[in-house]
């Protein structure tokens, strides 16, 4: 069956633009998460789903950020106003129950922002 | 603060030789504990999941051990080969209705030469 997808898989933003980096998890999953991962780092938490609702938001790194599922499948990270911090891999990943439970990853979206 | 430590950072080793990898956590309470696998520009594959009542488990030439006890897991990669060289990632979670967020650690990076 088809995994967890992410679109663009490549992001060159100039600073100051705003970006939309999009997920479709496995269907049927209810969890969905968003990390942020630093070149040789693990991934950092930033959000978590639980269908529509946005149970944890507490590793978005500033109100810049913002992520939404709407309809408790496809989810989007949005970011305002990029900084060169910012650049990185933002992984999403899904889990069919909680977030205990196995997650199942994309292959991430890389942001440049120059 | 749940922090996962892993050693060491980066490891080189030969083609066909075995290898151990650490991971020591402070998470508590604690439900299970991850091994993901993640290549370069991929996202982490799950290699192996263990609770806390477990002390082995096997996925092929790859063998997670867990000492609930001192906080350790170990990774043991046997007969190692080129597409071994990836990054490993130890995850560790609490049960559900604790902390939503797993906690994941730094990774180490393995390289394996013919």
């Known amino acids: 069956g088809a995994g967890v997808s992410q679109s663009p898989r490549y992001k060159v933003a100039k600073r100051g633009q705003d970006v939309a980096l999009r997920c479709d998890p496995i269907s049927g999953h209810v969890s969905l998460f968003w990390y942020q991962q630093a070149l040789g780092q693990g991934p950092e938490f930033l959000t978590y789903f639980q269908n529509e609702a946005q149970l944890d938001k507490s590793g978005l790194p500033s109100d810049r950020f913002f992520a939404e599922r709407p309809e408790g499948s496809v989810s989007t990270l949005k970011i305002q106003r990029t900084q060169q911090e910012d650049s990185a891999v933002y992984l999403c990943a899904s889990s069919l129950t909680g977030p205990s439970y196995e997650q199942y990853f994309g292959p991430g979206t890389r942001l440049t922002v120059t | 603060k749940n922090q996962v430590e892993q050693s060491p950072q980066s490891l080189i080793i030969l083609e066909g030789k075995n290898c151990t990898l650490q991971?020591?956590?402070?998470?508590?309470?604690?439900?299970?504990l991850r091994w993901y696998k993640q290549d370069t520009g991929r996202g982490p594959v799950s290699l192996t999941i263990?609770?806390?009542?477990?002390n082995t488990k096997s996925n092929g030439r790859y063998t997670a051990t867990l000492d609930a006890d001192t906080k350790q897991s170990s990774l043991h990669i046997t007969a190692s080969q080129l597409s071994d060289s990836a990054s490993y990632i130890c995850?560790?979670?609490?049960?559900?209705?604790?902390?939503?967020?797993?906690?994941f650690g730094r990774g180490t990076s393995l390289i394996v030469h013919p």
């Open positions: 995850v560790v979670s609490a049960p559900a209705g604790g902390s939503y967020i797993p906690t």
């Open positions: 991971c020591n956590y402070t998470v508590s309470p604690f439900s299970n």
């Open positions: 263990m609770t806390f009542s477990e």
